[in-house]
């Protein structure tokens, strides 16, 4: 792969997109070489939690509008329903998005128009301080066609969702995390640093508890608040297996609390 580096350590995967001359837009080769990574990372037993972020000075910069537009131009109504399960960013935005292992995105700068949409469908976004995000596909005579709007809604608001996207206007990091778009921003050198403390308090849990709980959390939305608590206890409690992993969680908790 020559688009999509990825490296596991430490039951880490590390995804990074790399076309750092044309700002990680997206094109069907980067989309594809995704899509094999997200598939890989679902599959590997030996990693828990993935991140993602961008070479160069973009996280990614949304799709390659020289290939996506005379791709879609012409288009008709089949080619738009055969698109329905493959979303952008290898599928992470609708196709693959049900992965129940943790993602996290370390946006290292620009994350606009698609872009902005892949940040959005990761599970914790650590923000560079330089980092910028913006709907700017309104700009050009689109708008968000994979996830964008409804994770905009679901994260920052109807207020915040119809106010980028009607504007298209920047967002720098400062003002990303105070409309919740990003759960932390920290120096630019540090930004890696941050995402591998996430993913270590992630992994400090129990794994088999993590991917029920992400995949409830996908499960409830949508639902009415009963139909949620039904969904809701029943993943939960189905996911407790034999109890053997909390009877040994418990025993080590007890153990440490009597030795000091």
């Known amino acids: 792969m020559d688009k999509v580096l990825y490296e596991k350590r430490n039951k880490i995967g590390y995804i990074t997109l790399n076309r750092p001359k044309a ?111 913006g709907v700017f596909e309104v700009r050009y005579g689109l ?5 964008g709007i409804v994770r905009l809604i679901a994260i920052a608001g109807l207020a915040t969702a119809l106010e980028l996207t009607l504007t298209g206007r920047e967002v720098d990091a400062e003002e990303s995390y105070r409309l919740r778009l990003v759960n932390k921003v920290v120096p630019h050198e540090n930004l890696i640093e941050e995402a591998e403390q996430y993913a270590s308090m992630i992994m400090n849990n129990s794994q088999q508890a993590i991917k029920s709980a992400k995949e409830t959390i996908l499960d409830v939305i949508g639902h009415t608040l009963d139909d949620a608590l039904r969904i809701e206890t029943l993943n939960a409690y189905s996911s407790l297996g034999d109890f053997s992993e909390a009877r040994e969680r418990l025993s080590q908790f007890y153990s440490k609390g009597q030795t000091k």
């Open 143 to 147: 708008h968000q066609g994979d996830g």
């Open 23 to 133: 700002l990680n837009s997206l094109d069907d080769d980067l989309n594809e070489e995704l899509w094999k990574v997200w598939e890989d990372f679902a599959s590997d037993d030996s990693l828990d939690v993935a991140i993602i972020t961008g070479a160069g000075r973009s996280f990614c910069s949304g799709a390659d509008l020289k290939t996506f537009i005379p791709k879609w131009e012409k288009a008709n109504m089949l080619d738009v329903r055969r698109n329905v399960p493959n979303g952008i960013g290898g599928g992470i935005t609708r196709g693959q998005h049900r992965i129940t292992k943790p993602v996290i995105a370390a946006i290292n700068g620009y994350a606009i128009g698609g872009g902005f949409e892949l940040a959005l469908a990761c599970d914790i976004r650590i923000a560079s301080e330089k980092a910028k995000f």
